[in-house]
């Protein structure tokens, strides 16, 4: 559905209201102290100064908290087929997900160590 979801959409304003520094965003909040927090801490400072804001602080720290690339994800599948082989392809979701997360943490200890 694009960067944002219908959900979402609703704190478009809001979002122009933010960069603009206008109401319902004190000018108390841009003060050099606060500029110097990261960004999350100043989300949730926001969200504590002003419940009408809590929403759309929630989904901002969301979507910084996301991963910048797929590369993690990436690495878990290369691990699942790994592990699901198609000798091992009776394998239950629960079992599977343990001897993933087995793999991952020996392979974490032994990243020298070649396939």
């Not at 592990?83 to 091992?88: A, E, L």
């Not at 087995?102 to 396939?115: A, E, M, P």
């Amino acid at each position: 559905m694009g960067l944002m979801e219908s959900r979402d959409a609703k704190f478009v304003p809001l979002l122009y209201q933010l960069h603009a520094g206008t109401e319902p965003f004190p000018a108390r909040l841009f003060t050099e102290q606060c500029k110097s927090m990261g960004p999350s801490v100043w989300y949730k400072c926001v969200k504590s100064q002003n419940t009408e804001l809590e929403e759309f602080c929630l989904m901002a720290i969301g979507y910084m908290n996301m991963p910048a690339s797929s590369a993690a994800v990436e690495r878990v599948f290369s691990t699942f087929s790994h592990v699901q082989t198609k000798v091992r392809n009776r394998l239950g979701a629960q079992r599977h997900g343990k001897l993933v997360a087995c793999f991952r943490s020996l392979r974490g200890q032994h990243d020298h160590d070649s396939w």
